[in-house]
Structures are given as C-alpha cells and as structure tokens.
C-alpha cells in the first residue's frame, strides 16, 4: 500500500470527496482528503504526496490562496477543479502552477486519465531535467540557477518568478532560437487534453516578459512571431 501514488483530494463537498476516495483507491492510489485549507495544510504537514486534486471553490480559505501556499511548500503536481467559467481563475491557476485543470461536473474516468498523465508527464520531466537541474543558464546578460529555481538579472540582483513563470523560462530556454506556437507551449506546460486556451499563455509571456525587463511592444529576449507563436531569440549557455 505504502508504494501506491498518494493523492490528496481537496474539495468541501463531501460526496465528491468519497466518491474520488472510493474510485481512485480501487484503481490502485492512496488517497486523503480534505474539505478546506486548513485540512489541507494539516494533512501536508502529516504525509508525502505525489499529487494534488484541488477544488477552487473552498470555504473560507480559497482554492487558490492552497494552491500559492503548496507552491511554496514545493513542486507537487497540482489538477485543480472548478465551478466557475471565468477564465480569469483558470488563468491565474495556471501561473500558479497548476498542471491541468478539469471543469465541473466532470466523469471520474477523465480525472484519472488527467492525473495518470501529469504524473507521467512529471516522472519523464523530472528525469530528463535530473542532469540539467544541476547546471546553471546564462542567456541575454541574465543567469537561471535551476537548483535554487533563482533568476539574477544582468546586475546580479534576484528577481522571483512564480512557478508558472519559472516553468514557462524553461520551456523557452531548452528550444531557445526556435518558434513555439501557443498549443505547442500548453502542451509543454500543461499537457491539457482540453482545447487550446490561448490567452493563458500570452498572459503568461507578457508577465514573463515584464520580470525580464523585455519591453512587449520591442521585445528582444521573448519575440513574437505573427500567427507563429513566441521564440526566446537568445543564445543559451549551460555551466
């Protein structure tokens, strides 16, 4: 039992809690559960976890104001559920980090399929950056210390990025010099099995931009290719 993926469910509706208890367990997961931020957090303190389904809609405490505070806790993957159809909420969960989303009412067999995929997705990411993790990127006069997840601008001074930002940096940097539509980076990012959902990528290129010091309207480091999608026209050093 201990060697089964340990999921944790987060959601204040409690038939949604034990429904997704119930199924994921007979599909070979361990599963907690929490109705609120609070229990959330206490659980997270008591165990490991290989991954989060997270409600925004909480009492209390928000789905994402939990989602701000495990991205500060680390990098467990995060498929967050929703009510709401403002997309401004789907957005902001993607800069926060969050790796697929799934609106309600949804079948449980397309959530298992979704986390299925984002902890092969994270297995196969985490593999492939174990080497490049440890070394440190230089492009445009800036510097990503992958380890420590730390940008330093030209002046050597830290600018903090969110983990969405930091995640969008490096899908850019490793296909430096070459063109990624708008799919092709939500693929990267997200691997959503939803539709396109452009404008969550360019909210995330313009406020990527911004902590770079890249003027949108005359950018240098991050350009647009018209009806391409974005490049990151930079020669990239790895020490």
Do not use: C
């Not at 469910?9 to 949604?16: Q, S, T």
């Not at 119930?22 to 659980?43: K, M, S």
């Not at 997270?44 to 405490?61: F, I, K, N, R, T």
């Not at 067999?109 to 492939?128: F, G, M, Q, Y």
């Amino acid at each position: 039992m201990d060697n089964l993926p340990h999921v944790l469910v987060v959601d204040d509706d409690r038939e949604i809690r034990e429904l997704l208890a119930r199924f994921l367990e007979r599909n070979r997961f361990r599963v907690t559960t929490a109705r609120d931020g609070r229990e959330a957090r206490r659980a997270w303190s008591a165990a490991h976890y290989q991954l989060v389904v997270l409600d925004l809609m909480l009492p209390g405490e928000s789905g994402l104001d939990v989602a701000r505070w495990l991205r500060s806790q680390g990098n467990v993957p995060i498929v967050m559920l929703t009510a709401m159809g403002d997309e401004t909420d789907r957005i902001i969960g993607l800069e926060l980090g969050a790796d697929d989303y799934l609106p309600k009412p949804f079948n449980p067999r397309e959530l298992l399929a979704r986390i299925r995929a984002v902890l092969r997705r994270t297995t196969e990411r985490d593999e492939k950056r174990a080497d490049n993790d440890q070394r440190t990127i230089r492009f445009a006069g800036w510097t990503l210390e992958p380890i420590r997840r730390r940008l330093l601008n030209p002046d050597g001074a830290e600018v903090a990025l969110t983990g969405g930002e930091y995640e969008l940096l490096i899908a850019l940097l490793d296909r430096a010099n070459r063109v990624l539509t708008r799919d092709m980076l939500l693929d990267l990012l997200r691997g959503r099995q939803a539709g396109p959902f452009d404008r969550a990528i360019d909210v995330a290129i313009s406020r990527l931009r911004r902590k770079l010091e890249d003027d949108g309207r005359n950018a240098q480091v991050i350009k647009t290719v018209r009806g391409g999608g974005y490049v990151l026209a930079a020669d990239v050093e790895r020490i």
